[in-house]
């Protein structure tokens, strides 16, 4: 199976930075996307940023200027910089990553989460 471990949150005042880690594990054969969501409680999942294998990254809106997002492929790690946080980024963060993994039903494309990670931003 692969496995992924969030590192990164906590508390932090408004205009304030925070970086977000995951580290995927397991039998990865080729890690095509890795990225990151959150949630409010009593609203959907929504997509913060993602960073494919090749460089390209796709973000928010509501974070562009603010959030940066990178990975080490060689260590299928991505990142998660957040800066001048507002109190409307508090979340749980989940990381998520899309790849061909040896799972035990065999060698596939599948998707992944982490079991999030809470951003508290204090006004």
């Known amino acids: 199976q692969v496995q992924l471990v969030e590192s990164g949150g906590g508390v932090v005042q408004a205009g304030g930075s925070l970086r977000l880690s995951c580290a995927a594990s397991g039998k990865i054969l080729n890690m095509r996307r890795m990225g990151w969501y959150r949630q409010i409680p009593g609203k959907q999942r929504e997509l913060v940023a993602n960073i494919e294998s090749g460089a390209a990254t796709n973000l928010a809106d509501s974070v562009k200027g603010r959030f940066t997002i990178s990975r080490d492929n060689d260590k299928n790690t991505v990142f998660l910089q957040m800066n001048s946080l507002e109190p409307e980024d508090t979340a749980v963060y989940y990381c998520?990553?899309?790849?061909?993994?040896?799972?035990?039903?065999?060698?596939?494309?599948?998707?992944?989460w982490g079991q999030g990670t809470l951003v508290t931003v204090s006004s």
């Open positions: 998520n990553a899309y790849g061909m993994f040896r799972l035990p039903e065999g060698v596939r494309y599948s998707e992944v």
